[in-house]
């Protein structure tokens, strides 16, 4: 992958929008990996408002890509998600033990500070659970906080930093 990008005039001033509404998302997803002095490295990319984007963005393949998905039971909870893969609503009602449904926007950024497209599973005061098979991969990227930038971290890290439960949760 190249060290830049090219965007038309129109592409960079809805860019430069994306990161004006999340700049202060991604310093908090900085802060807590300068914090927990983890070995991440930031990519900013083109924006990407799915998986198969942000694939095609980075060259990072899709099972790489970690979704953090807002579902909501008897209180907002957090799924680590492998990009080629979803979660299973049955699964996630058995493991929470009550039945759940998808957050809106509206909901998942009051749940998490960040705008859907953006969620950074980082200091979340929500509970997260990851599903089991991203620790397959050595590295991963979610999302940093916005649309246009992800982080790449070890699944060790990511699963300490999150504090996530493992769960089998993905179809």
Not at 81 to 92: A, I, N, R
């Amino acid at each position: 992958m190249s060290n830049y990008f090219t965007q038309s005039p129109e592409q960079l001033k809805e860019f430069l929008e994306f990161i004006e509404d999340d700049i202060d998302n991604v310093r908090r997803v900085i802060d807590t990996v300068e914090e927990k002095g983890l070995d991440a490295d930031f990519m900013v990319h083109a924006k990407s408002e799915t998986v198969e984007e942000s694939a095609e963005n980075t060259d990072i393949d899709e099972k790489e890509i970690v979704k953090t998905l807002v579902f909501m039971a008897d209180e907002p909870v957090a799924v680590l998600c492998p990009g080629h893969t979803s979660v299973s609503e049955t699964k996630l009602e058995s493991i929470l033990e009550a039945e759940i449904r998808m957050a809106s926007p509206e909901e998942v950024t009051e749940a998490t500070g960040y705008y859907v497209g953006g969620v950074s599973p980082f200091d979340l005061d929500i509970p997260v659970l990851m599903e089991e098979s991203i620790l397959e991969q050595e590295k991963v990227k979610p999302a940093a906080g916005s649309r246009v930038v992800g982080v790449t971290i070890n699944t060790e890290d990511l699963k300490e930093v999150t504090g996530a439960e493992v769960v089998d949760v993905s179809r």
